[in-house]
């Protein structure tokens, strides 16, 4: 029994039954989650017909197609081809080995959660007031909103400020901490913030909301800092939360705390819970990527199948998707104080690159980050056009915890911006060569042979 089917419950469900595996897939609304219909395919594709040029009704042509006009028809049928049976409605779970189904009870041998995330809209007095969009009412109406202002300059919050930017409306973004992207490195947030600004869009860095009002026409909000917006529409992006109220957990003995994922093992199997439970995607709320919830049904279905295999998320990328973009994979700076480590770092301006020369795009920079006690990369940032793109070998590094001196003595073709990689890993080798370790520590990495001695 899996419940929910979005990015991981699809995948576990399809590839447990075409092993042979009686399976039941539980959704009650589209089956493939939000990505294809309200999140990442018609964010991307809206972000690109911005980059084109094109007109908003043409847009949304095209961001509607490719969404399959919200329809899961062809999904339903894949699932029905891979010989799974599914359930629309609301699946909970009433004891170990029985899910209640809109009022049908089914039994179960192993249970899979995949219910995913919601949004979380911010306790601000009067905001449940007045028109109010998520991220999923954003990308599948046809409105085009005079004004709007964004509530959060996350990933979301960047993206989509960018897209109705570009096709007309006078944006303005509200993020308290006083920088976008805060979870990645400073420079990435303002690199996104240089490229908004561009456009026309207001920042509101350093306020938060206090209060909001419906007035005449549209509606007013009051920032904590004095100052005031008005709009016609207002657009939270203040993140996601796992979706688990109401699944009956509590009766498998897993407590989940308000706001937070179920817990899961290595494996992906709820270690507390009574019977075989095990959970993928934001429902655990690791690492909360479509490509990361992919990850872990490949491991749910694997440990499934009886072939044991632990998942790993020291280089699962992170991708905002403006233009220019930024990738990071592995920790940042900022998670690296939290743990306690020691880092080397090095940057580059994407401005030095002959490419950048040639796309006349000056915009951008990369920074990578060594732990100085191992001499290996455990985090990397971009920001600058399609980073999304030329830095995937950084995240392979991280996770195969490839030598320095091995990463700086890969070539790149020319001219490429995955030249910029080059001079930071050849100062991060070199650092670390000279004062990375002790010189006794040093003489015997260099006496012992192959890349395994360079570790």
Partial sequence: ????????????????????????????????????????????????????GETWEM?????????????????????????????????RVLEP????????????GDLVVCTGSEPVIPPVEGLADVPLWT?????????????????????????????????????????????????????????????LRRMGVDLRLGAAVGNVERKDVGVRLWLSDGGTLDADRVLVAAGRRPRVEGLGLETLGIAVSPGEGVPVDETCRV????????????????????????????????????????ADYRAIPRVVHTSPSVYSVGISPTRAAELRIDLLTAGYDLAATARAAV???????????????????????????HAEEWM???????????????????????????????????????RWRRDGTSEEDRDERDRRPGPAGAR
């Avoid at 439970?277 to 049904?297: E, F, L, N, P, S």
């Fill in 1 to 52: 029994m899996v419940l929910g089917g979005g990015t991981a419950g699809e995948l576990v469900a399809a590839g447990l039954a075409r092993a042979g595996r009686d399976v039941a897939l539980v959704e009650n609304r589209l089956v493939g989650g939000e990505s294809p219909y309200f999140a990442c395919v018609p964010s991307k594709s809206l972000l690109l017909s911005a980059r084109r």
């Fill in 59 to 91: 847009a949304l042509a095209r961001r509607d197609e490719l969404a399959g006009r919200r329809g899961d028809d062809p999904a339903v049928a894949r699932m029905a081809e891979a010989g799974v049976t599914v359930l629309r409605g609301r699946g």
């Fill in 97 to 108: 080995g029985r899910v209640e189904v809109d009022g049908a009870v089914h039994g179960y």
């Fill in 135 to 195: 991220s999923a009412e954003a990308l599948s109406v046809p409105d085009l909103p005079r004004r709007l202002v964004i509530l959060g300059g996350g990933p979301v919050g960047c993206e989509l400020a960018q897209v109705y930017a570009a096709f007309g409306s006078q944006v303005a973004v509200v993020e308290a901490s006083g920088r976008l992207l805060t979870a990645e490195a400073p420079f990435a947030g303002e690199v996104v913030a240089d490229a």
């Fill in 271 to 310: 270690p507390s819970s009574t019977g075989g439970v095990w959970a993928a995607g934001d429902v655990t709320g690791i690492a909360r990527t479509t490509h990361a919830a992919r990850y872990q049904a490949q491991i749910v279905l694997a440990n499934l199948l009886g072939r044991r295999r632990e």
């Fill in 359 to 385: 796309e006349a795009d000056e915009r951008g920079r990369v920074e990578l980050y060594a732990d100085r006690s191992r001499g290996l990369l455990v985090g990397a940032a971009a920001a600058g056009r």
């Fill in 392 to 430: 995937s070998e950084i995240a392979l590094a991280i996770r195969a915890e490839t030598p320095l001196s091995l990463l700086a003595d890969v070539v790149h073709a020319f001219p490429t911006y995955g030249e910029a990689v080059e001079a930071p890993l050849r100062e991060l080798a070199e």
